[in-house]
């Protein structure tokens, strides 16, 4: 097991409908692969965290790397794990219409995602924060502040 | 027969003929193209006049003249249309007018000879326009090659220079009568020459364009860096190239600044890891992208092992979240970071560390710097002193008040013992004859004792300046001297600290007495912090219903258990959390001094979920004898 984290720019911005689609194909595609994790996407600037068995996370992102529909493609790390951190994967963004997404499965906004999980390392855990900024950006309301670990 | 075949030739030529008889120029004969040319019905036997025929107007005058004088003439591309908007298409004929002579030598008539030239003409209009255009597009080329700031060239397959542009002249300050191919090679620096020539000539063999640097002389002496680069002309893929077209860019500056760039980021690497000390550079988004090499004799860890916030796993654990919380607070806002952590060693052993950070922001976007300084040994040795003065300094206050107390404990039985001794004169009789002498002496004594005792209460009241007269407060003023006091407590436990005095913004009272009262509510507060979650205290000055004022100091920290007897919390030396350290005097004396101005502190507390102190002030008294 394994999971990668990495940032990336879309070429060219996202419609609520290419969203929706996108959230479909990956539940999907990682449910049936065994991928968990989270996607953050605002303005262009996609995050994501997923992890699962080692082979088909580095077939995932060879993948992802190649995806034409992004570019920029920036992998921050990519470290084995001894046990998962995310139950589900889930994709977190500002669509323009909020109205129909609140009920789609797998989807968040960013307001609402949670907190790391506390089975992350703190550094990891970190991570996750820094690349949640990087594409929300500071403005973004702050996640339920739990308590740290 | 032959006269037969003859006409028929004629009538079959594709070009017209006919001829005209007499001076009243009468057609005696017309062939088939002719015929088609005037498109005029019949026309033997009349005269040219009768005939409207495409004639430009001026050439009927010109056969007149021709069968006046004898002499022919040859009317090259004439456009032979009467219809103007047909003669747009461009139809030219060359017309040739020659004299039929009689026997005598008299001109008896003419021979027309109409040749279409269309083809030809329009081929020579062509050919003229495409000079035109030809001269206009060199005299383009030449202006811009020419203003260009580049050399332009042109080689042949020899190497040898067929055009260069007077750019190269000024540019290397040679006289225009040079000899190009000779003095060019020797214009550039010794040590580029040979590979430029070898390298131009591989190109040339092998039929491709180019594209390297050298120096070349200027016109100064000085040799400039330039890029040359040129593209073999291709016509057809089968023919190997006759000529090379290039320019020559001067780009020394470019070059000269590139290799500052590089000579100095490899430098400041170079400091960087020579620096005995954890350097690292992060981006805008603050993910780490280089460690020095120090940082990596230090973890015993890779830049690929520690990653972009690989740093947090070597503090120590107790200290990562907070770390990580404030680096997450720095790169949102851009603050400066700064912080002292205990780092892990290779060898697992943790030493103190002062970790800044700041954010540079030029051009390049916005990256941070940031370092980590060893400071252990100073750290373990400020400690030490830290504790030791924290230690003297609670003995110094513990004494005073300790002294305080006794003073006024022991003012009642002084006074007893006066009225004890007074009732003793009064009702028993003493047969000393120096009882006189000595009744005066316990007086005295007694009196002493008293003074003593003032005077010590009044001593100790000075030094802590408890006794000093009211003013008026600024209390979120003072709060915050006393929480810059206590910065240090508040930084390494991450608390929160909320101070509210809208209600009741002022307070006339003893400074030193509320600075201490603030002092020991807050200091509590921080150091008896659950140690489950970020500690929070909340500040909050407020006016009761009647009006008077008074301060909350509430905190979500480990409560207490309150005794059936209230007062029992504040008396000195009560220990409420005996596992942290303290001498049990601060609620005390917080009580003694509120007290002591007519004021009363009342405590609720849940244990595992905070306290609440609340104090009501009575303004403006002063301090009487605690």
Redesign the interface.
């Known amino acids: 097991m394994k999971h990668i984290v990495y940032l990336s720019r879309a070429v060219r911005p996202l419609s609520d409908q290419d969203l929706q689609e996108l959230l479909a194909q990956c539940r999907r595609d990682n449910a049936r692969n065994g991928i968990t994790g989270i996607l953050f996407y605002s303005h262009g600037n996609i995050a994501q965290l997923f992890e699962g068995e080692d082979v088909v996370a580095e077939t995932l992102f060879d993948k992802i790397a190649q995806d034409g529909r992004h570019s920029h493609v920036q992998k921050l790390i990519d470290r084995p794990i001894s046990h998962r951190s995310f139950a589900d994967w889930h994709m977190a963004f500002h669509p323009i219409e909020p109205a129909g997404f609140e009920a789609l499965q797998g989807f968040l906004l960013p307001q609402h995602v949670p907190a790391p999980p506390e089975t992350l390392s703190i550094a990891d855990a970190t991570l996750v924060e820094l690349v949640r900024l990087a594409v929300f950006g500071p403005a973004a309301a702050a996640p339920d502040t739990a308590t740290p670990a | 027969m032959q006269e037969q075949h003859l006409q028929d030739i004629l009538r079959r030529l594709p070009a017209g003929v006919a001829t005209l008889e007499g001076p009243e120029l009468r057609y005696s004969f017309v062939n088939e193209a002719f015929a088609r040319l005037l498109n005029a019905g019949e026309l033997l036997g009349r005269t040219v006049a009768e005939v409207p025929g495409p004639w430009p107007a001026d050439l009927l005058g010109v056969m007149q003249q021709v069968y006046r004088t004898g002499l022919g003439h040859v009317a090259k591309a004439c456009p032979l249309c009467d219809d103007p908007t047909a003669r747009d298409e461009g139809v030219y004929y060359d017309v040739t007018l020659e004299p039929i002579c009689a026997a005598d030598g008299t001109v008896s008539g003419l021979l027309l000879f109409v040749v279409d030239v269309t083809v030809q003409e329009q081929a020579r209009q062509r050919t003229h326009e495409l000079a035109i255009e030809t001269r206009r597009l060199d005299a383009r080329l030449r202006v811009l090659s020419e203003t260009a700031p580049q050399i332009t060239f042109t080689i042949d397959a020899a190497g040898r220079c067929e055009y260069v542009s007077p750019q190269w002249y000024f540019f290397t300050g040679q006289p225009r009568t040079s000899d190009l191919n000779a003095i060019w090679p020797l214009l550039i620096h010794p040590d580029d020459r040979l590979r430029v020539l070898y390298q131009s000539e591989a190109a040339r063999n092998s039929g491709t364009g180019w594209s390297y640097e050298y120096r070349l002389r200027r016109h100064d002496g000085q040799y400039r860096w330039m890029l040359s680069r040129a593209l073999p002309e291709l016509h057809t893929a089968a023919t190997p190239p006759l000529h090379w077209h290039g320019a020559l860019t001067e780009i020394h500056d470019q070059r000269e600044l590139a290799e500052a760039l590089r000579r100095g980021e490899a430098e400041l690497r170079f400091l960087a890891d020579s620096i005995p000390e954890l350097i690292w550079t992060a981006s805008a988004?603050?993910?780490v992208e280089y460690y020095n090499q120090y940082t990596g004799d230090y973890s015993g860890l890779t830049t690929a092992e520690l990653?972009?916030?690989?740093?947090?796993?070597l503090l120590h654990p107790d200290e990562?979240?907070?770390a990580?919380?404030q680096?997450?607070h720095s790169?949102?806002?851009g603050e400066e970071y700064e912080g002292v952590f205990r780092m892990r060693r290779h060898d697992g052993r943790y030493r103190w560390h002062i970790i800044r950070a700041r954010q540079l922001t030029d051009g390049q976007g916005p990256r941070w710097f940031g370092a980590c300084t060893d400071v252990d040994d100073q750290h373990r040795l400020r400690q030490v002193l830290q504790t030791q003065y924290d230690e003297l300094a609670q003995a110094n206050r513990d004494l005073d008040t300790f002294v305080y107390t006794a003073s006024h404990d022991l003012k009642q039985p002084v006074l007893n013992l006066r009225g004890l001794f007074d009732e003793l004169r009064r009702t028993a009789t003493f047969h000393d004859p120096e009882k006189t002498q000595m009744l005066v002496m316990v007086d005295e004594a007694l009196t002493q004792l008293d003074l003593t005792l003032q005077e010590l209460a009044a001593t100790v009241r000075d030094q802590r300046g408890l006794s000093a007269p009211v003013e008026e407060l600024d209390v979120r003023h003072v709060a915050e001297e006393v929480l810059l006091g206590l910065r240090v407590q508040v930084q390494q436990s991450g608390a929160e600290i909320e101070l509210d005095t809208d209600e009741a913004p002022l307070l006339t009272y003893g400074r030193a007495n509320l600075r201490s009262v603030l002092h020991n509510l807050i200091s509590n507060a921080l150091k008896f912090a659950h140690p489950?979650?970020?500690p929070h205290v909340q500040i909050r000055s407020f006016r009761t219903a009647d009006g008077h004022p008074g301060l909350q100091v509430q905190d979500n920290g480990l409560g207490m258990v309150l005794p059936d007897e209230p007062a029992a919390v504040f008396q000195p030396f009560t220990r409420q959390h005996p596992h942290i350290g303290g001498s049990g005097v601060g609620l005390y004396l917080v009580q003694r001094i509120v007290s002591s101005r007519g004021g009363r502190l009342e405590v609720e507390s849940t244990v595992g979920e905070g306290t609440t102190f609340t104090i009501y002030w009575e303004e403006g008294t002063a301090a009487d004898h605690v």
């Not at chain 2, 990653?307 to 796993?313: E, L």
Request: glycine content about 18%; aromatic content about 14%; proline content about 4%.
């Open positions: 988004e603050g993910f990653g972009p916030t690989g740093w947090i796993n990562q979240a907070g990580a919380r680096w997450v790169v949102a806002t489950d979650r970020t």
